[in-house]
């Protein structure tokens, strides 16, 4: 039981890097990408992101938690919401309980202020997945996500979103058209070229404002050290 938690505590301390181990050349990198961030619409207020990939496994998850976690080191009040309602994740990267959330939220069950969790880190709050519902499209592109949407933009500088893998369902595309901005993170080595430019015009066809991608997983041959920039 004592090894169990031990690897638990090592898996959630690599994936929250920025946290975790503030100076590492990791950290950095996300400190990169806020900076992009912040300049890529200078003429326009940016308060909702979108993170996506092509496919599962490229590390969307985890880039999305250590922006969120970058922004609110910045001394933004950052939200972050799990709005992949088919395979959650954010709720074993931030150990926290998956219900009451998101889907609680959309289906009326819940009020916003019942479903907001505290996530460990000054200025961030988290909003799970909760319940895996039968319909995760249909509930992102309700009505009630955009009060939901229209409600947080009132109470946080900014709002980012974890969404599914852009060609395995539409949700992606849903929720791109939704928010201010898109990122699309592209695994190193791993990511094929023809399903990036898929994804890419994916985004495209539902009108999404993609800002930039982020690569992930890139190793410098130097000290061999894993970084993700923004580009």
Known sequence: MFNKKKKLQKLVARKLVTSVSPRSIISEQFRTVRTNINFSL??????????????????????????AIVFAQEGKKVLLVDADLRKPTMHYTFEKSNTPGLTNLLTGHWHINEVVKESGINGLHLITCGPIPSNPAELLGSSSMDI??????ERYDMIIFD???????????????????????????????KNAVKAKEALQTSKANIIGTILNNYKLEKNHYYYQFYG
């Open 148 to 153: 939901f949407i229209k409600e947080i933009k």
């Open 163 to 193: 969404a599914p893998p852009a060609l395995s369902v539409s949700d992606a595309q849903i929720l791109s058209n939704k928010c201010d901005g898109t990122i699309l993170v592209i695994s190193s080595g791993k990511t094929e070229k």
């Open 42 to 67: 200078p003429s326009k207020e940016l308060k909702t992101l979108l993170f996506t990939s092509s496919s599962i496994g490229e590390g969307k998850s985890t880039s999305a938690a250590n922006v």
